[in-house]
C-alpha cells in the first residue's frame, strides 16, 4: 500500500494533481532562507577558525546596549534583517568561552562539532519525557557509558539536566527522600524532622537556593570553612 491510497483530503494519485504549492510555513522551501542558513554555517565556521585574533571578551558599549532595545515587533522580521542584527550587535559581545584564552566560570568551550550537533537536535526538536523514538534510547545510551566511566553499578540510572545547579537540587531532593521516607512527596514537611546540610565554604551558591527550593530553608545549610588545600575543615565539621 502506498502513502497515496490513504490521502482521505485528496484520493487521486500525484500524477493527477496539479503542481503543489509549498505552505507558507515550510521554510525549508524558501530559497532565499536557505542560502541565508549556508552563509551562516560559513561565517560561524569562518569565527571559530579567526576566534585567536579576537579578544577573549569584548565589553559592550552604551550604543550597542541602547541598540537591542526595541518597541515590540508587530509583524514578522526578515531573517536577513535578523542575522545582520546578530553579526553587528550579538556576536561581537559574547561571553568569550569558545576562546582559547577564556578561564572564567565553567563554561565548556564551543566546538564547530557541537554547533552541528545543536542544529541537529533542534531541527528535531525532540521531547524525550516519553513515547518511543530513537533520541530516547540515545539518552539512555549516553547514561549508561557514564554509568560505566564512573564505575557504578549495573542497573544505576541518571538525568540530563540544564546544568550543575539543577543537579545539585535533585541531589538534594534526593537526600531529602533517603532521609525522610517516599511520602516526603506528597505529605510534605510539616510534621518532619528539621533536616541541617553541610557544605565547605567553597560550595557554589546553588546548594543554599536548592535548600530554599527543596523547602528545607538556606538558613539550615551549615558552611565549613576550607584549609589552604581547599578542603573542608574536618575539625570544624
Not at 40 to 45: E, H, N, R, V
Not at 196 to 202: F, K, L, V
Given at each position: 500500500m502506498s502513502l497515496d491510497t490513504i490521502d482521505t483530503?485528496?484520493?487521486l494519485p500525484p500524477s493527477s494533481r496539479g503542481a503543489v504549492e509549498p505552505s507558507p510555513l515550510d521554510a525549508a522551501a524558501n530559497q532565499s532562507l536557505r542560502e541565508l542558513a549556508h552563509r551562516?554555517?560559513?561565517?560561524?565556521?569562518d569565527y571559530t577558525l579567526g576566534v585567536r585574533e579576537r579578544p577573549v571578551w569584548t565589553?559592550?558599549?552604551a550604543a550597542d546596549r541602547a541598540a537591542l532595545r526595541l518597541a515590540q515587533p508587530e509583524t514578522p522580521t526578515d531573517p536577513a534583517h535578523v542575522y545582520e542584527q546578530f553579526q553587528q550587535r550579538i556576536l561581537p559581545f559574547a561571553a568569550g568561552n569558545v576562546h582559547p584564552g577564556f578561564m572564567g566560570w565553567v563554561h565548556g568551550g564551543g566546538t564547530?562539532?557541537?554547533m552541528l550537533a545543536e542544529m541537529l537536535a533542534a531541527g528535531l526538536n525532540a521531547n524525550c519525557g516519553g513515547r518511543d523514538h530513537a533520541p530516547i534510547q540515545i539518552e539512555l545510551q549516553i547514561v549508561d557509558?557514564?554509568?560505566q566511566w564512573f564505575g557504578f553499578p549495573a542497573g544505576a540510572s541518571g538525568l540530563f539536566v540544564t546544568g550543575t545547579s539543577m543537579a545539585n537540587f535533585i541531589a538534594l531532593l534526593v537526600a531529602r527522600r533517603a532521609a525522610l521516607g517516599a511520602d516526603i512527596r506528597t505529605?510534605?514537611?510539616r510534621a518532619q524532622p528539621q533536616l541541617?546540610?553541610?557544605?565547605?565554604?567553597?560550595a557554589h551558591t546553588c546548594i543554599a537556593r536548592a535548600m530554599d527550593y527543596a523547602g528545607l530553608g538556606s538558613g539550615n545549610l551549615r558552611i565549613i570553612p576550607i584549609d589552604a588545600n581547599q578542603r573542608m575543615s574536618l575539625p570544624a565539621l
Open positions: 483530503d485528496n484520493p551562516m554555517l560559513d561565517d560561524m565556521f565589553p559592550m558599549q564547530v562539532v557541537g557509558w557514564a554509568r505529605a510534605g514537611l541541617i546540610a553541610y557544605a565547605s565554604a567553597a
